[in-house]
Nanobody, 123 residues
């Protein structure tokens, strides 16, 4: 199991930047794929960016070239650097860690979520 705690959210003006952190505790963070998701008011939760345990990344088209996902396994922490923020980025941002276990007798896909951190982009 892994416990995730997001931080770094807050109020920022349009065009500003924020860096979100996802601190993990429990099992080694390095074995998990990690992702950032957001839930806009009245909308479904959507993927923002993901990173595999081998550091392969994928960013949603809406945030490419502005947001960057990264991880520091030595610090058990994932990050989302958000630049050139727009008002439509206002949402609760959640960190996710997932792993597929194939070792008998316990196997399956396990997914964990943090509690989220609010990002508000407004002048």
């Amino acid at each position: 199991q892994v416990q995730l705690v997001e931080s770094g959210g807050g109020l920022v003006q349009p065009g500003g930047s924020l860096r979100l952190s996802c601190a993990a505790s429990g099992r080694d963070f390095s074995i998990y794929a990690m992702g950032w998701y957001r839930q806009l008011p009245g909308n479904q939760r959507e993927s923002v960016a993901t990173i595999t345990k081998s550091n392969s990344t994928n960013h949603a088209d809406a945030v490419k070239c502005r947001f960057t996902i990264s991880r520091d396994n030595a610090k058990n922490t994932g990050y989302l650097q958000m630049n050139s923020l727009k008002p439509e980025a206002t949402a609760v941002y959640y960190c996710n860690a997932a792993v597929k276990l194939l070792t008998s007798p316990v196997s399956g896909t396990f997914s964990y979520w943090g509690q989220g951190t609010q990002v508000t982009v407004s002048s």
